[in-house]
């Protein structure tokens, strides 16, 4: 890969990852659309890990407090109280991950063979791009009252949005943009949607760079140590970044820019396809 190629792919995965525009329709797109070639697992595996790093970071307090007081719901450690707040949401976090693992498991290969090209990336665009406006719109409707706390979120709703988060794996449905429209629908808040869906993406992150780890240790495919330290550099910095202003934007502004970018999007793609 040359420098170019590594600085704008990691920036695309950095600030795409978190934003509810899909970072793999991106990813896929400059080899579609430039002829690129692919840019390999161990580059995968380098911006995972730099997003990883960057939601962790961004949101330590509260993966701090979630870490112990999980520990204590199973009676580990200092705090020994299964009924905390943060005891439940690691729990809801937990639980609303398996979806996403077993559907990953189940589909990889149909996913891989049969759903990576432009045309389903346009389609998945422009479907949940429509969901996510009609989404943002009926929270827009809501008063602050009527809005729901993340703390009465509760199992069911979350494991809803686990499961909307196992159909991102479709390319071009936007792991963020699909569990932030489910949210939403559910009564959450602009901003409490996208801090669940920043917390939920950490386990999901962190399956998804597992497991290409693992293909990249099982492969002889020859690793380019400096792409992966500058991939790694460039997709924490945009993704740390990234996650800092969407948080300020979305309640000013809502999601509509995002979804207005979706439609742009699918209707070029479409245009590249057909013309």
Same mark, same amino acid.
């Given at each position: 890969?040359?420098t ?7 920036l ?14 991106h990813l896929?797109?400059p ?13 995968d595996?380098?911006?995972?890990v730099?997003?990883?790093?960057a ?9 701090g407090a979630?870490?112990?007081?999980w ?5 580990i450690?200092p ?8 005891g439940?949401l ?14 990953g ?8 063979e049969?759903?990576?090209s432009?045309?389903v990336?346009a389609?998945?665009?422009?479907i949940f791009?429509?969901?996510l406006?009609?989404?943002d719109l009926?929270a827009?409707?809501?008063?602050e ?15 809803i949005?686990g499961?909307a ?8 449905t ?11 629908m559910l ?10 869906s920043? /917390?939920? *993406? =950490?386990? %999901?992150?962190a399956? !998804?760079?597992?497991y290409?780890?693992?293909? #990249? +240790?099982?492969?002889m495919?020859?690793?380019d140590?400096?792409?992966i330290? /500058?991939? *790694? =550099?460039? %997709?924490f910095?945009? !993704? ?6 969407? #948080? +300020?934007?979305v ?5 509509m820019?995002?979804?207005?970018y979706?439609l =742009?999007l ?5 245009y590249?396809i057909y013309a």
């Amino acid at each position: 890969m040359s420098t170019i190629e590594i600085l704008i792919l990691a920036l695309i995965q950095g600030l795409t990852e978190f934003l509810p525009i899909s970072s793999s329709a991106h990813l896929i797109l400059p080899s579609a659309i430039l002829g690129w070639n692919d840019q390999g697992i161990a580059f995968d595996v380098a911006v995972h890990v730099g997003t990883l790093l960057a939601v962790v970071l961004y949101f330590r307090k509260e993966v701090g407090a979630m870490a112990v007081a999980w520990f204590g719901t199973v009676g580990i450690g200092p705090e020994k109280n299964s009924n905390s707040f943060d005891g439940k949401l690691a729990w809801w976090i937990i639980l609303a991950t398996i979806p996403a693992g077993l559907f990953g498991l189940l589909g990889k290969d149909l996913i891989e063979e049969h759903l990576r090209s432009a045309l389903v990336i346009a389609a998945t665009t422009l479907i949940f791009g429509a969901l996510l406006a009609y989404a943002d719109l009926l929270a827009g409707k809501r008063t602050e009252s009527e809005h729901i706390g993340m703390e009465k979120l509760g199992l069911k709703k979350a494991v809803i949005i686990g499961i909307a988060q196992a159909v991102a794996l479709i390319p071009g449905t936007s792991r963020s943009g699909i569990t932030m429209t489910a949210g939403l629908m559910l009564g959450l808040s602009r901003d409490n949607a996208a801090r669940f869906s920043f /917390l939920l *993406s =950490i386990p %999901a992150i962190a399956m !998804a760079g597992s497991y290409l780890t693992l293909k #990249l +240790i099982t492969s002889m495919e020859p690793v380019d140590w400096q792409a992966i330290g /500058l991939g *790694s =550099i460039l %997709a924490f910095v945009s !993704a740390y970044a990234c996650i800092h202003y969407f #948080l +300020i934007l979305v309640n000013k502004l809502g999601m509509m820019p995002f979804v207005i970018y979706r439609l =742009i999007l699918g209707f070029g793609l479409l245009y590249f396809i057909y013309a």
